[in-house]
Structures are given as C-alpha cells and as structure tokens.
C-alpha cells in the first residue's frame, strides 16, 4: 500500500473515533476556560426555581381575595361599624360622668382614711394600757411570794400575845410587820375586806358553810381563813371565808 493510501485511513479511523466519543457523552465538550457543572448544583438551581415560583403563586393568590368584592364588601361594613361605636362610647363619657367618677374615688379614699385613723387610735390606746397595766403589775409575782411571809407574821403576832413571851419580842415582831406591811401598800397592795361582808365571788372564795350565830350574818361572812389582797386594783389573792347559813 502506498503512503498516500495509509494517510487516508488513518484519517477516517480519526473521524470515527470522534463520532463515537461524541454520541456517548451527555453534554457536549467543554471548552479549557469553561467550568464543569455538577449535578447537584443543577438540581439546586431546579429547586430554587421551584420555590420561587411557589411563592410567587402564594402571593397571587392573597391579591387576588384581597380584591375578591366579597372582602371589600365586608370591610366596608365593618367601617362603618367600629365608626359608630367610637362616637357612642365618647357620648356615653361626659363631663358630668367622669365628674362623678372621681368623687366617687375621693369619697372612697376618704372612707379609708378614716377607717384607718380609727384603727391607729385603737391600737395606740391599747398598747398605752398595756404599758401602764404592765408597770402596774410588774412587781406581781414578788409580792405573791411576801404574801405568805405576812400571813407568818400575823400568825406569830397571835402566838406571842398567847404566850409568855417578854414584851421586847412583841414589840419588835410587830415592829417588822408593820415595816412589810408599809412597804406593800407603797406598792398598791391592799387587803381585801371580807368579815360581815356578803358573799362577793369576785373577791371572795367560800370554803365553808356553817350555821350563821346571829340572824343577820345568814348569806354573809362569819369567819376568815386566809386575807385576800389586791394590788392596784387588781385582785392578785382571794379571801379564803367562811359563809354564814
């Protein structure tokens, strides 16, 4: 074979080549200063696509019954309505309204003040009586406890005014009573009266019943057991008696 007939060969195996190369790819041949496109990115771009068009459908659509004269209709009868209604509730708030509105607010606060003075003076006497009761009685439970210390006294008293005893120890034991005697009642201390007295129960305490020795002791107290006192007042011992019947 000759050059010339291999030359012609070789050439049309080389545009076969390329015809095969051609139908078997799916895009055509790129050129060196085009990029390659992936497949992602083009269903990407198909899905953007996509949503833009949705979107854009959506906002048709709220147009299109914006305009519908079904809403137009109904938003002109609600005008009217709500215009209606704002002149009604200003007619409705007079003057005179508000004016008796606010003199109902200061009439109630004024009902507050009041009450609430009224409790303060309430509150600030009670506590001034507390105050006093309690500088009245402080000494209560100190003076119980010399109550038994005189009722010894008055018992010595009578022992010695039995017996033999010299005159200079009589003396000098009632010299003591007297002396605890006057201190008590500097304190408010006070002996409770309860012989020829009618029964009192709120200063006396019956023990007993005997038959009375004279018609006009019946109902009344014959005899004394133990002194009841009171100090300030305020009973802090009752009379222990004995009733007549």
């Not at 771009?45 to 979107?55: A, I």
């Not at 009670?126 to 038994?148: H, W, Y």
């Amino acid at each position: 074979m000759s050059v010339a007939g291999e030359n012609v060969t070789d050439k049309m195996s080389t545009l076969l080549i390329k015809r095969t190369m051609a139908k078997k790819l799916p895009y055509p041949p790129l050129n060196s200063t085009q990029q390659t496109v992936k497949p992602k990115d083009i269903m990407s771009k198909h899905k953007n696509k996509n949503r833009t068009g949705r979107f854009a459908q959506e906002e048709q659509e709220e147009k299109t019954a914006a305009q519908s004269p079904e809403n137009e209709e109904t938003a002109k009868a609600e005008t009217p309505e709500k215009e209606a209604e704002e002149p009604a509730s200003k007619a409705e708030e007079t003057p005179g309204d508000l004016l008796a509105k606010e003199k109902e607010k200061v009439e109630e606060e004024k009902r507050k003040y009041v009450y609430l003075m009224a409790e303060f003076d309430n509150y600030r006497r009670r506590v001034s009586q507390e105050k006093l009761d309690l500088i009245d009685t402080a000494s209560k439970g100190v003076i119980n406890d010399l109550l038994p210390v005189v009722d010894n006294f008055e018992r010595a008293l009578k022992s010695l005014g039995e017996s033999e005893a010299s005159e200079s120890a009589k003396t000098g034991t009632e010299l003591i009573y007297k002396q605890l005697c006057d201190v008590l009642k500097k304190k408010g201390v006070t002996e409770i009266e309860a012989m020829g007295k009618e029964l009192d129960t709120d200063e006396h305490e019956a023990v007993a019943q005997i038959p009375a020795p004279e018609e006009d002791l019946k109902g009344k107290v014959v005899d004394v057991i133990q002194k009841g006192y009171k100090l300030n007042g305020k009973v802090i011992r009752f009379a222990k008696v004995v009733i007549g019947i």
